[in-house]
């Protein structure tokens, strides 16, 4: 196995936690927001839109091409109230709670994310691409191949407790 047919693999699991995560769901069980520790959490949509966009806007990074989101028209069909650039990082809670969709939307966004994603890996990564330095402002710098296992652990978490907080709701 390549290292480019491994991270296909990898990427390729996330779409199908991501429609697990927001199967049937109605928008009052994907924008629920429960307490823990008196501060609101974030709701399933938020955490599965989260990690769409990360991906979208990481991946594009590294591939040096446009978002989806916006050269596929997936922010004019979410219609959300954010900027075409914002991707979750450093939201306030009401930028949390603005992120509405439904469960079908988010779960297309993904998987949609992914196929171009592992369409990349699979056609243009090498090994020395994974080595190719994207940020040298660390120690050590941050790697094409760093940047998608970044990706990838942010994706995995956060769609993790996306399922996590579906059972926490009964749904």
């Given at each position: 196995m390549t290292?480019?047919?491994?991270?296909?693999?990898a990427f390729?699991?996330?779409?199908?936690?991501?429609?697990?995560?927001?199967?049937?769901?109605?928008?009052?069980?994907?924008?629920?927001?429960?307490?823990?520790?008196?501060?609101?959490?974030n709701p399933i949509a938020w955490l599965v839109w989260h990690a769409a966009r990360v991906q979208d806007d990481h991946v594009a990074d590294l591939r040096g091409a446009e978002q989806l989101w916006t050269a596929d028209g997936w922010?004019?069909?979410?219609?959300?109230?954010?900027?075409?650039?914002?991707?979750?990082?450093?939201?306030?809670s009401e930028q949390v709670s603005a992120v509405r969709a439904p469960?079908?939307?988010?779960?297309?966004?993904?998987?949609?994310?992914?196929?171009?994603?592992?369409?990349?890996?699979?056609?243009a990564v090498t090994p020395e691409e994974l080595d190719r330095v994207v940020d040298a402002g660390?120690?050590?710098p941050v790697t094409v191949g760093v940047r998608l296992v970044s990706v990838l652990g942010d994706d995995t978490q956060h769609l993790g407790q996306a399922a996590y907080l579906r059972g926490m709701l009964g749904a």
């Open positions: 290292p480019a047919e491994l991270l296909v693999d390729d699991r996330l779409p199908d936690l991501g429609r697990a995560a927001v199967a049937d769901l109605d928008d009052a069980t994907l924008t629920r927001r429960p307490e823990l520790g008196g501060d609101p959490v922010s004019s069909r979410f219609g959300l109230p954010l900027a075409d650039d914002d991707i979750g990082y450093g939201h306030s469960g079908d939307l988010l779960a297309d966004y993904l998987a949609a994310v992914t196929a171009s994603t592992t369409a990349w890996l699979a056609d660390w120690d050590p």
